[in-house]
């Protein structure tokens, strides 16, 4: 039986871009099951709505709106207050006869859920702050020291919670690439690092990384590969800053492999959120800026299991950046941190999801 999934999700220059991206993989995974999946997403500045489409699913637009709330922390991040983003979505997703409805919005609540559900259907709620109440069947925080007893009292009696990067929404080539990256692993190079600060990098830490690692006593050899998504906007200043750089550089937007070019690095320096998952599956040495409060708990859960060295964003670059890769010369100690990155997720956790919605609904 064909069921259809609703996906209520927005990408921009504050929220990023890991939202919709970790909503596509769980799209793609349904589709492939035969589901049909709709996105609803609003037309902020950054948005993801070109690529959504691009992907071949159905996506309805919403225009930025004119009301705000403020009693949630990320109420901005919604471009409308609550009362008003349902009332765009509640007859849409009602006409579309969803099974279930899933919801990646740091500025919903139990509210919005309660007055958009349509009868009889399902929701999941994809969270990584535990902050606020919902009205869900599934909940899902994939972050790394999240447990049920972090959403006590804030989420209904029978609501099934999935926490942890078990379940973290992977791509499968992730999965697919993992064994030859921890293979890598073991040859103890120090050639090629990946920068990718997030797809959006809204305030140009790239270049910041770039002007610290100026300053820096680097190992001979040593090669840059820096990924940024399609809607970075300072993509062109990096690149100009790329080809003056004294090492070899290369400066990459909007690429479909990033599985690969993470597989064949043996160093990242990254933000946190959902691609710090990507980088553990594949065992990869972090140096792990956080650049938003949210990414704060999982990041210092990575850098206390050895998973991860934590930069902050905020103080002196360079001379943290010399401290990392000092340590990092060390072929023993960058081993060490990537068997325990390795350890905390193997790269399967969508099926485990798609497993767990089907015992609610016999998919």
């Known amino acids: 039986m064909v069921e259809r999934v609703v996906f209520r999700v ?33 037309e902020h500045p950054g948005n993801l709505l070109k690529l959504i489409s691009e992907e071949g699913f159905a996506v309805h637009a919403l225009p930025v709106g004119s009301e705000r709330d403020s009693e949630l922390p990320h109420a901005r991040w919604l471009g409308a207050s609550q009362a008003e983003d349902a009332l765009s979505c509640k007859g849409l997703i009602a006409s579309w006869c969803p099974d279930w409805l899933v919801v990646d919005h740091y500025a919903l609540d139990h509210r919005w859920e309660v007055s958009v559900r349509p009868v009889e259907c399902r929701v999941l ?10 009205s869900c069947d599934l909940l899902l925080d994939q972050n790394l020291g999240r ?25 499968p080539e992730f999965a697919a690439l993992r064994a030859d990256s921890l293979a890598r692993r073991e040859e103890g190079l120090l050639n090629s690092v990946l920068i990718a600060p997030g797809g959006v990098d809204q305030h140009n830490y790239t270049s910041k990384i770039l002007k610290a690692l100026l300053g820096c006593k680097l190992p001979d050899g040593i090669r840059f590969t820096i990924v940024l998504g399609a809607t970075a906007p300072h993509l062109q200043v990096v690149r100009e800053f790329a080809e003056q750089y004294p090492w070899p550089v290369e400066v990459l937007s909007g690429i479909k492999n990033m599985a690969q070019h993470m597989a064949t690095a043996d160093l990242a320096i990254g ?74 997720t193997d790269g399967l956790g969508v099926g485990r ?10 998919f």
């Open 10 to 42: 927005d990408a921009s220059l504050a929220i990023g871009t890991g939202h919709v991206m970790r909503c596509l993989t769980l799209a793609r995974a349904l589709r492939e099951r035969g589901h049909e999946c709709l996105f609803v997403s609003r």
């Open 125 to 134: 709620v994809i969270d990584d702050l535990a902050d606020r109440q919902h």
């Open 147 to 171: 447990s049920r007893l972090d959403y006590q009292g804030l989420l209904p009696q029978d609501c099934a919670i999935l926490t942890g990067p078990h379940y973290s929404l992977l791509r």
């Open 271 to 344: 933000a946190g959120g959902s691609t710090s998952w990507e980088r553990c599956c594949l065992g990869i040495p972090t140096l792990l800026l956080v650049l938003a409060e949210n990414q704060l708990p999982a990041s210092r859960q990575l850098a206390t299991s050895k998973a991860a060295i934590m930069i902050d964003a905020d103080d002196d670059l360079c001379c943290q950046l010399q401290r990392a890769f000092s340590l990092m010369s060390d072929s023993v100690t960058r081993r060490d941190y990537s068997n325990a990155a390795s350890e905390i």
């Open 353 to 362: 999801v798609l497993d767990s919605m089907s015992s609610i609904s016999d």
